[in-house]
């Protein structure tokens, strides 16, 4: 089970950390990334990591602001996003997938971030 949170309302420019955490199963074999979904648009991956080796990706939309990490203790995602523009707006959500495979297949619940101009 995958646990979001740490969303809310935030002016532009401003900062928010969003955690994900893990319960029920070792994530060390597995990426775990965040998606974003904004209404009526489709879901975007953003950012992912894999747990063991803390290789990382992101988009194009978001790289340099935004840093994907995990506390492995904690078995928690952590994604930390500075200079928020309206355009984040969205429910941010985690997923996990095994290694070596291209579909995620543990979803969390979703946590809402709202960027106001």
């Known amino acids: 089970q995958l646990q979001a949170s740490g969303g809310g309302l935030v002016q532009a420019g401003g900062f928010l950390r969003l955690s994900c955490a893990a319960s029920?199963?070792?994530?060390?074999?597995?990426?775990i990334g965040w998606f974003r979904q904004a209404p009526g648009k489709d879901r975007e991956a953003i950012a992912c990591?894999?747990?063991?080796?803390?290789?990382?990706a992101y988009a194009d939309t978001v790289l340099g602001r935004f840093t994907i990490s995990r506390d492995s203790a904690k078995n928690t995602l952590y994604l930390q996003m500075h200079s928020l523009r309206p355009e984040d707006t969205a429910v941010f959500l985690c997923a996990a997938r095994v290694l070596g495979r291209s579909s995620y297949e543990f979803w969390g619940q979703g946590t809402q971030v709202t960027v106001s101009s």
């Open positions: 029920g199963f070792t994530l060390r074999d597995y990426a």
């Open positions: 990591i894999t747990w063991g080796g803390g290789n990382t």
